[in-house]
């Protein structure tokens, strides 16, 4: 008010009568002590106090120049702003006069930008949805009566940009697309490109300026997009995993709680629900289309969508949350969703709010408590609302009509029809049997406590977001069924809902780890904790293991205990793996060290008389081992004869392999010993040093630069690596051996595709995929003197020393790893039953190839495009690189 006075004296005799202050002065202040921007506002521009002294009437919007254009602007602006700060109009007024201000602008900007009857320019987001906020990004997107006009979208764009930040990223193919398209171009992106996640962007797009007739067409257009057709389970859960990647960025950046947008509890978890729900259901129920929040909140709790107490909370916490947006974003108009930290900002922020201070607690304490009341009100409904309708259905239809309750503000239930396209939607594909296994799941929670039914909607939740949502149901029911496995699943529960959801996880990943749970329920109170599912150090196992196998001479005995230690490990770097605890690389080198500590402790139970080795070759060498590995070996003694050496490698294979593959450790692979499979099984360091020197090839020389001592005599081991050092390493790579390298790979691409498995998107042999790398790789160790057994390794080396240009290392890192970790992902969700296992290529089946996508968070079609891209770019520098195709 001294500012307003200092600047425009004239204006005194308004503010202030006799000692008091005018109710225009009373405004001001509420307004200033809310917005310092709007403050600064007051004493720069004479019209504004003219427009709080008149906040009926609304600011015309002056399109005579884009200077005029931005002015009328602010002023209206501030009279929306001062309405809602002295309670004149609720939250829907206000985000409809913000949304309508921003198309009135629009309007001006087109004018002005002397747009012609050719464009027009469609809300998105909240502006479309007219639920706009003080500082929102006004997102738009220009459509064409026949081609691209960039240059009128940008004089648009430099008018409307003077008013609000605008942005443009919502149309096809990003900031990489072109700013302009006809509507034909639409149609035609919607049908071959377009994500789901773009579809539910269309959920809002409104014309708001320009040539209106286009603008109808382009609604009536997306309309038909995004209802006329079926989103599979596969796409929702595509977009439902971008959501939750998203609350792990903000908890990544310790904003939980402070986030009221995109953290949990918050802005979106209401928005999200509420679309999701509308695109699963509003095909075949025009009543739920709204393109406002909490208009279609409402249309889906009338048609019985939403339990009505579910949509009551949400919708009382919506404008809660929104308010409080408004208020941040109020203080400067900065486009911020975070409560601040500091103190005096915070109090600020509490008082605007309309707390106040008394004897037992502070405005900011009182602020802090109902944010976090709504936050967990939000998200505990927000992991139920998927599937408490359906429970309430199953539980109406499960109850005699005598016993029902009469007609009250519940009482509206989903239809048969719906609940079938809500449990497709969400992955569950049979309604009668998910119908059937809920059931059992309920009555047996049930007798254990009511928590634990209460539990039973976000239990169903967790199991959606599973890559098999049927075969995760069918395991937590079993679990349950069983009294002794029950116990230990509602114990657990109780201590760690987050032990819960990651077990619902991976009940639904990979029928290994279904029957490796039931096998051994213990396992379920680790699941909550990362540091419990840490895989045993390879010291430590190998220790274990030998406290085990002494306590009985029988071999079967022995065997099933190192059967069940791998067992036991294999769970733990599974979970790790499919919880994304671990990457590729950490998860090949537990897999290795598990290997390792076997190798050590059946050689220990085998005890050979005299020094033995064992060397690790290709993948367990590089310690970067998968799922489908085999042991790949080299055996070595010392200090005996043939036949004793023999003798050693025969029983360790016996005692590894079993008499079954049940009953099996591991799978060892002796293939690349000298004289592969003609040749003796182990041999003498001399016998070694000798095949070396007088008649090893090329590709054994390329085979041992990933050698590397596994188990057995260390002393004897060093030796070993000593003589495979000289002959790899002691000499250069001739222009013949080259030649031989390569003339192998080709004849390797030419012939060891399984004829069942897809050579277009094989993950080990395909065309810039795992060999082709690998290959790439030792070619260049064996040129520039890398020893290094390890191919991640092996890479970054090549990089830092030039033997790789940084954009080829990117390109085969990025395919390695990609290769790498969908092959992993496959093995475990595509075990067959018994423990078989599926191939190296993308499956070509298409409920095997969905369960696939999902687990890796993303579509069949998507994943499909990644293996194209990064092995194509792979395969690219392969060509130059590998084979010295200086065009490639």
């Not at 049940?662 to 000298?674: H, K, Q, T, W, Y």
Request: hydrophobic share 40%; charged share 25%; proline share 4%.
């Amino acid at each position: 008010m001294h500012r307003v006075a200092q600047e425009h004296p004239e204006f005194l005799d308004r503010l202030v009568v006799g000692s008091g202050p005018t109710p225009l002065a009373s405004i001001l202040v509420r307004v200033s002590a809310a917005s310092d921007s709007l403050g600064r506002l007051l004493v720069v521009d004479p019209g504004a106090l003219d427009v709080l002294d008149a906040l009926e009437r609304p600011v015309e919007l002056d399109a005579s120049g884009p200077a005029a254009l931005a002015r009328s602007k602010r002023l209206e602006l501030l009279r929306i702003a001062a309405r809602d700060l002295l309670g004149l109009d609720t939250f829907e007024t206000v985000g409809v006069a913000l949304a309508d201000l921003a198309q009135q602008a629009l309007d001006g900007a087109v004018a002005l930008a002397s747009g012609g009857p050719d464009i027009a320019v469609i809300g998105m987001g909240k502006l479309g949805g007219r639920e706009l906020n003080y500082a929102s990004d006004v997102d738009i997107i220009f459509v064409t009566a026949h081609g691209p006009d960039e240059d009128t979208a940008r004089r648009i764009l430099q008018v409307a940009q003077l008013c609000f930040r605008v942005d443009v990223g919502l149309r096809p193919e990003g900031r990489a697309g072109p700013l302009t398209r006809s509507l034909d171009s639409y149609r035609s992106y919607w049908a071959r490109w377009a994500a789901t996640w773009e579809f539910q962007a269309l959920l809002k797009a409104r014309a708001l300026a320009g040539e209106a007739a286009l603008g109808r067409r382009f609604e009536d257009a997306a309309v038909e997009q995004v209802w006329g057709r079926h989103y599979s389970g596969d796409e929702l859960a595509a977009v439902r995993s971008m959501k939750a990647r998203t609350e792990g960025a903000v908890a990544g950046r310790g904003m939980v709680g402070r986030e009221i947008k995109r953290g949990p509890g918050g802005i979106r978890d209401i928005e999200f629900a509420v679309q999701l729900l509308q695109l699963v259901h509003g095909r075949h129920d025009t009543g739920i289309r709204d393109r406002s929040t909490l208009d279609a909140l409402a249309q889906l709790a009338g048609a019985g969508y939403v339990a009505t107490d579910d949509a009551h909370v949400l919708a009382e916490a919506y404008r809660f949350l929104r308010t409080v947006e408004h208020r941040l974003q109020l203080v400067e108009e900065d486009q911020t969703h975070a409560v601040p930290i500091d103190p005096a900002a915070r109090r600020r922020l509490a008082l605007v709010m309309g707390y106040t201070d008394d004897v037992s607690d502070s405005a900011t304490a009182r602020f802090d408590d109902a944010l976090r009341s709504c936050q967990r009100d939000v998200r505990a409904i927000h992991e139920r609302l998927f599937f408490r309708p359906l429970l309430e259905v199953f539980a109406r239809d499960d109850t005699p009509n005598s016993a029902r309750k009469g007609p009250g503000p519940t009482s509206r239930l989903m239809s048969s029809e719906a609940v079938a396209r809500r449990l497709d939607a969400f992955g569950f594909s049979n309604a009668t049997r998910t119908r059937a296994a809920v059931e059992d799941l309920a009555g047996g929670l049930t007798r254990s406590s009511r928590l634990m039914a209460q539990l039973l909607p976000l239990l169903l939740d967790w199991l959606s977001l599973s890559p098999d949502p049927d075969l995760g149901l069918l395991g937590l029911r079993n679990l349950v069924l069983h009294a002794h496995h029950r116990s230990l699943l509602v114990s657990a529960f109780r201590e760690s809902p987050e032990a819960a959801r990651r077990l619902c996880l991976l009940l639904g990943s990979s029928r290994t780890l279904v029957e490796a749970i039931e096998r051994n329920p213990e396992l379920i109170a680790t699941i909550g904790d990362d540091q419990a599912l840490t895989p045993t150090p390879r010291d430590a196992l190998v220790s274990e293991a030998g406290e085990r196998l002494h306590r009985n001479d029988d071999e079967s005995w022995r065997r099933a205990q190192l059967v069940r230690l791998r067992q036991d490990q294999h769970v733990r770097i599974a979970a790790r793996d499919l919880l994304d605890v671990d990457d590729v690389v950490a998860t090949g080198r537990a897999l290795a060290a598990m290997n390792e500590a076997l190798l050590e402790a059946a050689l220990e139970v085998v005890d050979p008389a005299m020094p033995f080795s064992i060397v690790g070759m290709g993948r367990l060498g590089g310690a970067e081992m998968s799922y489908a590995s085999d042991l790949d070996l080299l055996l070595v003694y010392d200090g005996a004869g043939d036949l004793e050496g023999e003798a050693v490698a025969e029983s360790l294979l016996h005692l590894m392999h079993g008499p079954s593959p049940a009953e099996r450790v591991a799978s060892i692979d002796l293939g690349l010993r000298p004289e592969g499979g003609q040749g003796r099984l182990a041999r003498d360091l001399h016998g070694y040093a000798t095949y070396f020197d007088r008649w090893a090839q090329t590709w054994e020389r390329q085979a041992l630069a990933r050698a590397r001592i596994v188990a057995g005599d260390r002393d004897l081991g060093e030796r070993f690596m000593t003589v495979i050092d000289d002959f790899v390493w002691g000499r250069p790579l001739t222009d013949d051996e080259v030649a031989d390298i390569r003339r192998m790979k080709a004849r390797i691409e030419r012939e060891r595709i399984p004829a069942r498995e897809d050579p277009q998107f094989h993950l080990k042999l395909g065309r810039g995929s795992l060999s082709d790398i690998e290959w790439t790789v030792q070619l260049l160790q064996l040129r520039h003197h890398i020893p290094e057994a390890s191919t991640h390794t092996a890479l970054e080396i090549l990089g830092d020393r030039g033997g790789l240009l940084p954009a080829d290392l990117v390109a085969l890192r990025d395919a390695y790893r990609f290769c790498e970790r969908t092959r992993n992902r496959w093995h475990l969700v595509g075990a067959l039953p018994g423990g078989g296992t599926p191939g190296d290529a993308l499956p070509t089946q298409a409920d095997q190839l969905s369960h696939l996508s999902r687990s890796l968070g993303t579509t069949p079609s998507s994943l499909r495009d990644d293996y194209r891209r990064v092995t194509r770019r792979a395969r690219r520098v392969v060509e130059r690189v590998f084979y010295g195709i200086e065009d490639a």
